[in-house]
T-cell receptor
Framework: SAVISQKPSRDICQRGTSLTIQCQVDSQVTMMFWYRQQPGQSLTLIATANQGSEATYESGFVIDKFPISRPNLTFSTLTVSNMSPEDSSIYLC????????????FGPGTRLTVL | DAKTTQPTSMDCAEGRAANLPCNHS???????VYWYRQIHSQGPQYIIHGLKNNETNEMASLIITEDRKSSTLILPHATLRDTAVYYC????????????FGQGTTLQVKP
């Protein structure tokens, strides 16, 4: 299985600021994804991080608010911009297609609190 | 992707088998059934997946009906550490396949 790490594991931020979350996979993977999990809710897919091109966003999510980078096959970042308390959530990175597997794996998540 | 229907919550006695049902009546021929679980405050953990045959691994068994419209995840000997939210997801296996989560079943294993 792919091992996925995220930094930071948690943060408390002031409204109006931005936070960049890093995701590192221990092997090259085909696809990387970013999810959001609001308090008490299920996971919602934000976007697919495409290597070398712009991310593909799901309905309700826009690049200006959640810019994503994926410079290579093992690393991606998600930025939460101009934060408000409604952005307080767990943000999870996920990867698919590593080491010949068709299984998708998840990182431990980044717990964000916006004051 | 096809949608799934799961009970909101279930209880199970420790040491007994936990049987978690899932309905996916609109599943397509090229869609697999995946099961994940999320223990409180952790990232989702892959459990098992299958297409049409029953599958078993060290964690669980997956039973898929012949018409593929429903499935059951079986944890053979539930422990307190199996308390979690269990998600049943159908997904096209391809290079662009993505997991879309529903609300899942909250399984409470009781002593």
């Amino acid at each position: 299985s792919a091992v996925i790490s995220q930094k930071p594991s948690r943060d408390i931020c002031q409204r109006g600021t931005s936070l960049t979350i890093q995701c590192q996979v221990d092997s090259q993977v085909t696809m990387m994804f970013w999810y959001r999990q609001q308090p008490g809710q299920s996971l919602t897919l934000i976007a697919t991080a495409n290597q070398g091109s712009e991310a593909t966003y799901e309905s309700g999510f826009v690049i200006d608010k959640f810019p994503i980078s994926r410079p290579n096959l093992t690393f991606s970042t998600l930025t939460v911009s101009n934060m408000s308390p409604e952005d307080s959530s767990i943000y999870l990175c996920s990867a698919f297609g590593g080491r010949g597997t068709d299984t998708q794996y998840f990182g431990p998540g980044t717990r964000l609190t916006v004051l | 992707d096809a949608k799934t229907t799961q009970p909101t919550s279930m209880d199970c006695a420790e040491g007994r088998a936990a049987n978690l049902p899932c309905n996916h009546s609109t599943i397509s021929g090229n869609e697999y059934v995946y099961w994940y679980r999320q223990i409180h405050s952790q990232g989702p953990q892959y459990i098992i997946h299958g297409l049409k045959n029953n599958e078993t691994n060290e964690m669980a068994s997956l039973i898929i009906t012949e018409d593929r419209k429903s499935s059951t995840l079986i944890l053979p000997h539930a422990t307190l550490r199996d308390t979690a939210v269990y998600y049943c997801i159908v997904r096209v296996v391809s290079n662009t396949g993505k997991l879309i989560f529903g609300q899942g079943t909250t399984l409470q294993v009781k002593p």
